[in-house]
């Protein structure tokens, strides 16, 4: 397994301490890609995702066909645009056979959860 790409982008707009990872990999043995995120890390994250939880609450998302709440949406959507997106895209350009994995760790495994149906329902990847 190599390492393609490593992101930690902000993932608070008010508090840029806060920081939400994920990284590219791939297999060329195993003819696979993976997308993996981290969980959260350190009281203020934590903080901000309960805070989420209460006050956002849950909300519907066409672009992942369900219900999840919206801090957690903004979180995915912080890591994609923060250059997931193109670096998942690079690596499928140049393996096109390859299974795709996603995985993560508490909200790591939240954001496989959106990432996985993110994808299925953009037509980018088949399920």
């Given at each position: 397994?190599?390492?393609?790409?490593?992101?930690?982008?902000?993932?608070?707009?008010?508090?840029?301490?806060?920081?939400?990872?994920?990284?590219?990999?791939?297999?060329?043995?195993?003819?696979?890609?993976?997308?993996?995120?981290?969980?959260?890390?350190?009281?203020?994250?934590?903080?901000?995702?309960?805070?989420?939880?209460?006050?956002?609450?849950?909300?519907?998302?066409?672009?992942?066909?369900?219900?999840?709440?919206?801090?957690?949406?903004?979180?995915?959507?912080?890591?994609?645009?923060?250059?997931?997106?193109?670096?998942?895209?690079?690596?499928?350009?140049?393996?096109?056979?390859?299974?795709?994995?996603?995985?993560?760790?508490?909200?790591?495994?939240?954001?496989s959860w959106v990432a996985s149906s993110y994808?299925?329902?953009?037509?980018?990847?088949?399920?």
């Amino acid at each position: 397994m190599k390492l393609f790409k490593l992101r930690a982008v902000p993932c608070s707009e008010g508090n840029p301490n806060i920081t939400c990872c994920g990284f590219t990999a791939y297999d060329v043995t195993q003819k696979v890609i993976v997308v993996s995120f981290r969980g959260s890390s350190g009281t203020d994250q934590s903080e901000q995702l309960n805070n989420g939880f209460i006050n956002e609450g849950i909300q519907w998302y066409p672009d992942v066909n369900g219900n999840i709440f919206k801090v957690i949406y903004d979180s995915f959507m912080f890591l994609w645009n923060g250059g997931m997106q193109q670096d998942l895209r690079s690596l499928k350009y140049k393996y096109p056979g390859f299974e795709l994995w996603i995985n993560g760790h508490s909200l790591g495994g939240m954001l496989s959860w959106v990432a996985s149906s993110y994808l299925v329902t953009s037509g980018l990847y088949k399920p």
